[in-house]
């Protein structure tokens, strides 16, 4: 009880030091803004108030690991603590960039039950009541836009400016390029399915997954402490095995809680995905079965009644679509453990690290409601 | 005559050198995009045919600068020929991408008389049948986005790792921090203006034009010049000064073209400013007079008639707006030609520069029909 309370002070301290470091950043840019006009520094503010609400799970991540790997070994040249803290922020800025391009693209204005800085911007601009609806809309999109725009270079910036070794920075630099560029493969890849552009079968379904999520959330920050903690390049492979299937194995969850869980629970509405006509791998494996033709006919209606949304749920359930998925789960976790426990061809990772881990894994069996 | 022949020769030989390296550029791209299928590799193509069309004016200006600069000083450590081109070619990649996001939000499928990234994705969309045009229409808009998101991302990566003394990246990477800040701040200038959230007065458009295209377009290469050539200061300062006298009167210059100019020399649609209700200098100035009335009920009609389009031009030449605005880019170039000579604070430019700056001035005066 001691060591897990020790452990969330630990966490919520590396937390606030994060978030001090973003608030750095965020007013540093805002009265910078100022000179180009009120617009451009509300634009700012409104971007801090966005960040700053958020968990940072990611940079939390990065510390995290980064701690527990140097603390059991002994780098050649140890990286400044600041350092440390403003590169974990600037993979939170990564994040929210490609959480805003990926609004503007869906067209969507809420996120996590609440107006995201595009539907922030709309609520703005329709008040003033200087342009009418598609105006503002319009100038809430931009916005949209600009603002990734900014915080991608401003995510450069940082690795490109912070003090590292050389050879780290390098390996850095590297991995930026490496997470950035599948990520917007990985988003391409799910607007070319959304679009009918791109054949939904589960084997590019479950790329999509990777690439899109798994790729920023998990290999980027437990790469980045590997690399920033010098640790030995086996590690650093092992980790991001760990990593792909971790992003994988929640990525999977996501999908079946949206559509099978309790909407008491996840407060989302329960038939967005099948009325979005969202490809996953539920759908991937419902195409192969004789319920197809009927799941066809409702999916991606927007006028998705409850009693059909229902119906299609319970169909998705019986076809064994549900149980696949499910199974795909487990098999991303066993693949984890194993890659914990150092079995088959992976070096194992050291006790620190393997926690944080294992402690993620235990929250993803917490979700399966 | 032979001066102008050579001096078109080492122009030409700058420009294949920028071209060889951009196409090495996306060559590396697309074979690495490879690994993410057939689409991925598809949009780096087609954004490696728009960019290696261009004239690559950014480019060469910046190298016709630094090597104007580096034959007449003799800077403490070189920098390697290699790197020159390469941030020359990034220059590009900046434009281009700022390009891709400014076709996006304003909704152009065509620039300068062909189909843009966008249009050529859309037509690859419908002609493969799969969706219908309103999801051709996102697919390319979504390419649209995640490309210029790739090239601002390579943009920066080759700042951070060309082969620079600490002091002179340091130096450049401001230099980009504050170009991209100030482009894309004018950007929104311009989206708030034509939204009608931002009053449209004179000084506002002209710090609008200002921002959106003469800092990345002639401030941006000659700044890098000076940082790379490791000119003093104030050399700087007056280049960054000329930049923005030449900056300002081209864009006045084509705002004038666009609307008062020959359309078979300049071969756009003479009223299409006017059809968008494009906040320029002149119908800033309009506004002040007692034209307005009339020009204001049929400005930004996108169904407006050849007629009318001729009746609202002879009035934007007889309420003074055509001669102010020729006015201010008189103003401009005067600023300009001060600065060159030294007059006032400034400090002399060396003569290889001014050339090139004169050069340009003469385009300027040349493009006014």
Not at 70 to 98: D, N, Q
Not at 317 to 326: I, L, P
Not at 337 to 363: D, F, N
Request: negative net charge; aromatic residues 6%; hydrophobic residues 45%.
């Amino acid at each position: 009880m001691t060591a897990v309370v020790g452990h969330n002070r630990t966490r919520a301290l590396l937390r606030n030091a994060v978030e001090r470091e973003l608030s750095e950043i965020f007013a540093a840019q805002t009265a910078a803004a100022e000179a180009y006009g009120s617009e451009f520094s509300h634009l700012w503010g409104l971007a801090a108030e966005h960040v700053l609400g958020g968990k940072l799970v990611r940079p939390v991540l990065m510390v995290e690991i980064f701690d527990a790997l140097v603390s059991e070994s002994a780098p050649e040249a140890s990286v400044e603590r600041e350092s440390i803290i403003r590169i974990a922020a600037a993979i939170e800025l990564l994040h929210y960039s490609f959480l805003l391009h990926d609004d503007v693209i869906d067209g969507d204005l809420v996120r996590r039950g609440r107006r995201n800085l595009i539907g922030a911007l709309l609520d703005d601009g329709s008040a003033r009541g200087e342009c009418d609806q598609r105006g503002a809309l319009h100038w809430a999109r931009t916005g949209g836009i600009l603002m990734g725009d900014l915080l991608l270079a401003a995510t450069h910036q940082i690795f490109a400016r912070v003090d590292l070794p050389h050879a780290v920075r390098i390996q850095m630099l590297d991995l930026l390029e490496h997470t950035i560029t599948e990520s917007i493969a990985g988003e391409q890849l799910d607007v070319g399915l959304s679009d009918g552009l791109i054949a939904p079968d589960l084997s590019t379904v479950l790329t999509m997954s990777a690439h899109k999520t798994a790729t920023y959330t998990f290999e980027l920050p437990m790469r980045a402490a590997a690399i920033l903690a010098q640790a030995p390049q086996h590690l650093e492979r092992s980790l991001t095995a760990a990593g792909y299937h971790l992003g994988l194995a929640f990525q999977l969850q996501d999908d079946l809680i949206s559509t099978f869980g309790d909407p008491e629970l996840h407060g989302k509405d329960p038939y967005s995905d099948l009325r979005e006509g969202k490809q996953t791998a539920i759908i991937s494996y419902a195409r192969m079965t004789s319920a197809w033709p009927t799941v066809e006919s409702e999916f991606g209606n927007p006028e998705l009644t409850e009693k059909m949304g229902a119906r299609l749920r319970a169909l998705l359930t019986e076809c064994g679509a549900e149980k696949f998925v499910r199974g795909l789960v487990e098999e991303q976790t066993t693949a984890l453990y194993e890659v914990l426990a150092g079995t088959g061809s992976a070096h194992s990772i050291a006790p620190g690290a393997r926690r944080v881990l294992l402690a993620l894994a235990a929250e993803l069996e917490e979700r399966r409601s």
